[in-house]
Structure formats: C-alpha cells, structure tokens
C-alpha cells in the first residue's frame, strides 16, 4: 500500500544545531501531518498542511510541503533539550480512511 | 481536564490471559481510533469507529475485539495474550475522519510474560 518514508531515523545534535526530518511519498498526497511524541509521551498534533509549497512556520519550527505534493520537511532552527523527541509525518488516506504513520525521526540533544 | 483518557497505563500479564484496555473521549468527537506502537516507535492503526460504527478493521488477529458503548467510549479486548502483543497501545480520536487533527490518549503499556 502508500507509504511515506521518512529520514533519518535518528538524528543526535548538539544543542543549538539546526535539524531537518524528511517525509518522502512515491504518490501525490492530499495532506501531511506532523506530530511530535515525547519520550514516554504520547503522539501530539503539530500541525497539517494541504496545499502545493505551503510552508508554516511554529516559532523555531518551519514546515514545508513539496510542489508536487510527494515530500515534506520539518526544520527546527537552533534546537533546544526541550525538542528531543520522536516526530513522526502522517498523511491521510481518503480511498482507505487510515492515518498512514511515517516510519519516525527520533531527535536527541545533547546539552 | 483529560480529553483522551487511557486505563490502565501499565499491563503486565501472562501469556494466555485475556485482558481488556478502556478509553473515553470528552471531546465530543465522532471518530475513535485504537493504534498499536511497537518497540521500534512504528504506529499502525489498528481499528477506527465513527458514532460507535466500525470502520475501519486492519489486518488484526481476531484475539483483538474493540467495543464501542458510545461515541465518548471505544474498549479493546484481547483474548489468549500473546508474547508479540508486547507494545503501546494507544487510543485517539477525531471530530470526522482522517483529515482532522488525531488527539491521542497516553497510552497503555502492554508487556506479555
């Protein structure tokens, strides 16, 4: 079925580096969603974006949807011990009602 | 105020038992969801019920039963607990489908001896 690849799957920094996860699909997506879960957390909405190179921005976080609609990044701009966290892209699937999970970027930070 | 609650958090059993996991929605949302993390953080849905309606039923042994009282309530019952059943278990929810924002519980920690 469609899948979105997403990499890397783990990325340490240093505090104040930058750090970009990548959200990869094989075919046109209507929407992606971005969730970040916490270690021992729980998945949290970040936010959704729906249209051709939409970029949004969330104070250090800068969300980018590709032109054709098959890729997405998530850029954190001088990352923080506060971001360390497992961010995972989703995208949902109107042909099969499922939220379709990429596979996960789990950021650490080191101090 | 919790919108999306989870009990138990924590499941420690034996192989072989059956064991159940609740969730309740305050939201007011019409669509539940019941989604499995394993050990290498992949989340795969397992069921989605819209105002107590099945709608969506993966590929899931049928060890797995979800129950939907209510639209605020979605339970999942596992019969004959196996070792692979270890995992998180978490339950969401939505106001109508897959395009809207999911808002997840806190999970439940499933560890089968």
């Known amino acids: 079925g469609q899948q979105v690849m997403q990499i890397p799957q783990y990325q340490h920094v240093q505090e104040g580096e930058d750090f970009t996860t990548y959200c990869n699909s094989s075919t046109t997506l209507s929407n992606i969603q971005w969730y970040k879960q916490r270690p021992g957390g729980h998945p949290v909405f970040l936010i959704q974006l729906v249209k051709s190179g939409e970029v949004k921005k969330q104070k250090r976080l800068t969300f980018q949807f590709g032109e054709a609609k098959k890729n997405s990044s998530l850029h954190i701009t001088a990352t923080q011990t506060t971001d360390v966290g497992t961010y995972f892209c989703a995208y949902g699937s109107s042909n099969t009602g499922k939220l379709i999970f990429g596979q996960g970027t789990t950021l650490q930070v080191k101090p | 105020d919790t919108a999306v609650s989870q009990t138990p958090k924590y499941l420690v059993t034996q192989m072989g038992n059956d064991k159940s996991i609740k969730c309740e929605q305050n939201?007011?949302?019409?669509?539940m969801y019941w989604y499995k993390q394993d050990s290498k953080k992949f989340l795969k849905i397992m069921f989605s019920y819209n105002n107590k309606e099945l709608i969506i039923n993966e590929t899931v042994p049928n060890r797995f039963s979800p129950k939907s009282p209510d639209k605020a309530h979605l339970n999942l019952h596992i019969n004959s607990l196996e070792l692979g059943d270890s995992a998180v278990y978490f339950c969401a929810s939505s106001s109508r489908g897959i395009q809207e924002t999911q808002y997840f519980g806190p999970g439940t920690r499933l560890l089968v001896l």
């Open positions: 939201l007011g949302h019409d669509t």
